[in-house]
């Protein structure tokens, strides 16, 4: 089995970024995340945000130097593509591309635009991925805790023949490289990532637990009960896994949940399903699940929002607004 290449500290040199420009385009939470912690890290760094928006005033109110886009990027030695997905093709366009100067590197932090070329990088620039694994709230934490958040890197275009110590730079000026990073591609972190959240993470994970509500609702249980059975303690349960792993959980359930769950998990998950899962990876292979996701936002998003509406709608919704008001600390009326 191939095991890849863990990078720490030892194997970065942030120096390689001193006295460099680097803009950091959005300031969501990857945007402010990596932006603060790449200015604590003593380089120099400029947001570029719409002006006058709440970005734009947060970045101030941060001590970040900021500009518009097409201001930030001119004469960059490093232009960081962190906005969303679904605005970088517009944005890339009309404000990065006309001003990117030749040998920058032009870094992402996902390969969705990159490998199914809504942004097409010019061959006179670096392009490099650095990816935490992480959302940036949680990045920006660990980084003031004095460590760092995992994170893959990615060289997709080499045309300094210095890429790979710049994208290695910038892991290490987010803290990255103090917990350890993971070489990829951008087309294997891009198609790894969509299935990851497709069958798993965001799909996978809410269908199992519909599917599980709507099985004990249907035969008669009360929803508040289901509700805690097949959601509310799901979350002690991806703890446990994410702390030490499978048999790390196993260890630390009762014996009859974890002979339970070894026996019969495989009537859920069944080789249709497994075939299931196969056919969902074909299509981000072969860009389908690209185009659809591609159309919808320039059409608004109104496939994505009703399907939201309707979520929105289950009684399992309902039946959680209310189960997660009795945790909720009340102030007592004075």
Same mark, same amino acid.
């Given at each position: ?86 605005? =970088?093709? *517009? ?5 990065? %591309?006309?001003? !990117? #100067?030749?040998?920058?590197? /032009?870094?992402? &932090?996902? +390969? ?109 249980? =009360?929803? *508040? ?5 097949? %959601?509310?303690? !799901? #979350?002690?349960?991806?703890? /446990?896994?994410? &702390?030490? +792993? ?89």
């Amino acid at each position: 089995m191939y095991m890849a290449k863990i990078y720490h500290d030892k194997d970065a040199d942030l120096n390689v970024l001193k006295g460099k420009k680097i803009a950091v385009l959005g300031y969501g939470s990857q945007g402010r995340a990596q932006a603060l912690c790449l200015r604590d890290s003593g380089l120099n760094v400029v947001v570029g945000v719409r002006k006058g928006g709440n970005s734009w005033e947060q970045a101030k109110k941060d001590g970040i130097t900021v500009a518009e886009i097409p201001n930030a990027v001119k004469n960059a030695d490093v232009v960081m593509m962190l906005l969303p997905d679904e605005v =970088q093709e *517009e944005v890339y366009n009309k404000y990065v %591309l006309p001003n !990117l #100067k030749e040998g920058c590197a /032009l870094d992402f &932090a996902h +390969g969705f635009t990159v490998v199914y070329g809504q942004v097409k990088p010019p061959k006179n620039v670096d392009v490099i991925m650095v990816a935490p694994k992480s959302p940036g709230k949680r990045e920006r934490e660990v980084f003031l805790e004095g460590f760092g958040v995992p994170a893959l890197i990615a060289v997709e275009q080499d045309y300094t023949g210095h890429a790979k110590e710049i994208v290695l730079a910038l892991a290490k000026g987010i803290g990255s490289t103090r917990a350890g990073v993971i070489e990829t591609t951008f087309h294997e972190e891009a198609t790894s990532d969509l299935f990851g959240e497709q069958a798993v993470l965001c799909g996978g994970v809410t269908g199992l637990i519909l599917a599980g509500f709507d099985t004990l609702v249907k035969r008669g249980y =009360q929803p *508040e009960l289901a509700y805690f059975e097949c %959601l509310h303690e !799901l #979350k002690l349960i991806v703890d /446990l896994i994410q &702390a030490g +792993g499978l048999v790390h959980m196993w260890k630390n359930v009762s014996n009859t949940a974890e002979f339970g769950g070894l026996t019969q998990r495989d009537y859920i998950i069944t080789e249709e399903t497994r075939k299931a899962m196969d056919k969902m990876l074909d299509k981000i292979l072969s860009g389908e699940f690209s185009k659809e996701w591609i159309a919808d936002w320039k059409n608004g998003l109104k496939r994505m929002k009703e399907l939201e509406k309707q979520e929105s709608e289950r009684l399992i919704e309902v039946v959680g607004r209310e189960i997660r008001s009795l945790f909720e600390m009340k102030k007592e009326s004075e």
